[in-house]
């Protein structure tokens, strides 16, 4: 073997290739030759100076970090919220159970003969409303799809009661317990606008670097293993022409 094919197999054997001779023909060379060991040596040393560098020394910013990450989701408007919910299913409650109360005190001479059942659906939209409430106080991101819900039924409810209130059909204090639902759409906004900010330490994970550009028919079923939906994509570096 001569100095070019062992120095050659030296600079594979570094960079974790594979040598283009057998290791143990390069160890005989070396053991031999002097100047391929001192190659050796400073190949040796050059490489180690260019992967292992002291340190960067860099400023703490914990403080500024922290400082400027958003607050954790507060607690507050979810107990209010709870405590809403509980009020609505024990309106519920009540009306099931035949309990007099001002929900049905109300004169529905243009329902005729369905008042009763309009009643019933009355009693079911509160306990619906109730049930839906607190769960949306237990998972708050739960909120979104309620929202939408109780913003058309207040606005709508809020034309009603005027209308009520201008023909005198209903008395004043039966309007403003409506407030509840006023305040229970108000807590909603509150909590999901909390569940949107993103918290400290909370990411999306979307796999490994594998996952996005193995397109082997072999990797698929990898792929689906790990639950990615994105292993057909790559990065545009790698996109073939057209």
Known sequence: ????????????????????????????????????????????DLTRSLRVRPAVAVPDLTAAILAAAP???????????????IAQLTLALAQIMGVDTTAHHVDHGHAGPFAGHLFNES?????????????????????????????????VLLGYSVYDLIADAVPTSRVISHGVLVLALALLL???????????????????????????????????????????????SRHRAA
Request: aromatic share 6%; with cysteine.
């Open 123 to 155: 009693t079911a939209w509160n306990l619906a409303l109730g049930v839906g409430l607190g769960w949306a106080a237990l998972r708050p991101k739960a909120s979104a799809g309620l929202i939408p819900v109780l913003s058309g039924f207040v606005v």
């Open 1 to 44: 073997m001569d100095c070019d094919l062992c120095r050659e197999a030296v600079s594979a054997r570094l960079d974790n290739e594979a040598e283009p001779a057998g290791a143990a023909a390069v160890d005989e060379h070396l053991a031999r030759c002097a100047d391929c060991r001192a190659w050796q040596a400073s190949a040796v």
């Open 190 to 236: 509150i909590v999901r606008y909390d569940a949107a900010s993103p918290t400290p330490g909370h990411g999306d994970v979307l796999g490994t670097p594998e996952d996005y550009t193995d397109d082997s028919p072999a990797s698929a079923p990898q792929r689906e293993k790990k639950g990615s939906r994105r292993g057909h994509l790559r990065p545009a």
């Open 71 to 85: 607050e954790r989701l507060r607690v507050w408007p979810r107990f209010a919220l709870g405590l809403v919910a």
